[in-house]
């Protein structure tokens, strides 16, 4: 099987910008996580889809969000970029229809986005 | 903030010794996994813990998860080059269902 794909795997961009980034799961696999990875602050939770629904959210402010669709690829949006936004954004992907966090996640290679 | 947080944030080591990396939270786990990440990979999943005191080995290395579910540690002996990366633990709190990451511990091998 095709592990986790994501596009594109670099993007620079600008303050005030929106970007929009792509995660394919695994094939069968509906559940599907967003973290973000920087130095400072390490991975963090973003979200979590699972059949087309946001079924759990992390601390991050109203500019970040999500959808999932019915072939359970998923896409991020940052609208309005900061620079604090520079970060490895990692999805995974599960096949348990458990919460993310309760079955092995399979992390896919990351989107590295910089912020100008 | 983070609540699950992990020690030590580095950890340089002879080939061929044991350590041990330390996850630790104020709250109850519902459960704990373990992550590597090696330098410019992604995090790729090693183990999950559930229960109580439970201890899980996979070849060299032993996880361990605490009485109380606040704690685990990672234990690997007779560290290889191989062993090279970062090890994040991560786990659900319980008093908010939140899925928390600790820093890493990151690792470098003497050889």
């Known amino acids: 099987k095709a592990g986790v794909t994501q596009t594109p795997r670099y993007l620079i961009k600008t303050r005030g910008q929106q970007v929009t980034l792509s995660c394919s799961p695994i094939?069968?696999?509906?559940?599907v996580s967003w973290y973000q990875q920087t130095p400072g602050q390490g991975l963090q939770f973003l979200f979590e889809y699972f059949s087309e629904t946001q079924r759990n959210k992390g601390n991050f402010p109203g500019r970040f969000s999500g959808r999932q669709f019915s072939n359970s690829r998923s896409e991020m949006n940052v609208s309005t970029l900061e620079l604090g936004d520079s970060a490895l954004y990692l999805c995974?992907?599960?096949?348990?229809?458990?919460?993310?966090?309760?079955?092995?996640?399979?992390f896919g290679p990351g989107t590295r986005l910089t912020v100008l | 903030g983070q609540q699950v947080m992990q020690i030590p944030q580095y950890q340089h080591v002879q080939e061929g010794e044991d350590f041990t990396t330390y996850c630790n939270s104020s709250?109850?786990?519902?459960?704990i996994q373990w992550y590597k990440q090696r330098p410019g990979g992604h995090p790729v999943f090693l183990i999950q813990l559930v229960k109580s005191g439970e201890v899980k080995k996979q070849k060299r290395l032993t996880f361990q998860f605490g009485e109380a579910k606040k704690n685990s540690s990672l234990h690997i002996t007779a560290t290889q080059t191989t062993d090279v990366g970062t090890y994040f633990c991560?786990?659900?709190?319980?008093?908010?269902?939140?899925?928390?990451f600790g820093a890493g511990t990151t690792v470098t091998v003497r050889a």
């Open positions: 709250t109850t786990l519902s459960n």
């Open positions: 995974a992907s599960s096949f348990n229809e458990g919460l993310a966090g309760f079955s092995e996640q399979f």
């Open positions: 991560a786990g659900w709190t319980s008093n908010d269902y939140k899925l928390s």
């Open positions: 094939s069968g696999h509906r559940s």
